[in-house]
């Protein structure tokens, strides 16, 4: 990349907090899980409210990127689900995500992403390289978005992403788990070739955020595709790690 090229990206990066927030991001996709509990009382909602005017909250703060895009169930390709990102880039190596089942203000916490560059990747032993997937595919074929930014800030965001790996493991499975969450967390994965999710799954997303991800393979076609690393994406080639639930086999899917 050159310098002129760098410096474009690094601004389009820089940016994203503004427009992440500014632009129609969010309120879009309800969470489809229903937490049992009372109501809030006056005084809970006096309590927050005085947290929210004194408190301060600088990791939360840095949340600002949000990408939306699909994870499914290491081991179990066709358990697969949305998953909107909030992203916190805490340089140009590494961004760390909590991921969400929804964008309203009652959505539920369902994990954590890291994300990390190409270059570290390589230096991780094999056996921690098994844990994580590749973004490629996710990049390129469309399915990965940063709603509410402007096209070419997408496209800067994507030619990072695209070099990068990440870890991802959900707490709460809502897929399964309608009122609280159950169970151990598990690792998902991404997809990594065409005809593996869900078709149905992309094109309600799709609806929802008014965007298309044919479109948007298209305009990505100019990102270059980088050699993957043999050690990430271990589940497609028949090496599938996941803590076992001692609870029984309600997450085995």
Known sequence: MNTRKALATRTSLTCLAALAIAGCAGNNSASK???PGVPATALTKTLDAGANALQSRPPIDELNAYLDGFHF??????????A??????????????VIYDGNVKDAKLMGVEYI???????TLPTAEKAL???????VKSGQLI???????AEHALMEKLVNTYGKTWHTWHTDL???LPLGVPQLMMGFTADGQIDPA???ERDKRFGVDSDSKKAARADIPAPAIDPGADAWSKGRVIQIQDPTGSRHAH
């Open 33 to 35: 899980v229903d937490a």
């Open 73 to 82: 169930y290491n081991g179990h390709p066709g358990a697969q689900m949305e």
């Open 84 to 97: 909107h990102h909030y992203c916190a880039i805490l340089n140009e190596e590494v961004i760390q995500c």
């Open 116 to 122: 990390i560059s190409a270059g570290l990747f390589a």
């Open 132 to 138: 994580w997937h590749s973004h490629v595919h996710e």
């Open 146 to 152: 940063a709603p509410g930014i402007p096209a070419p």
């Open 177 to 179: 788990d309608k009122q």
């Open 201 to 203: 799954l992309v094109r």
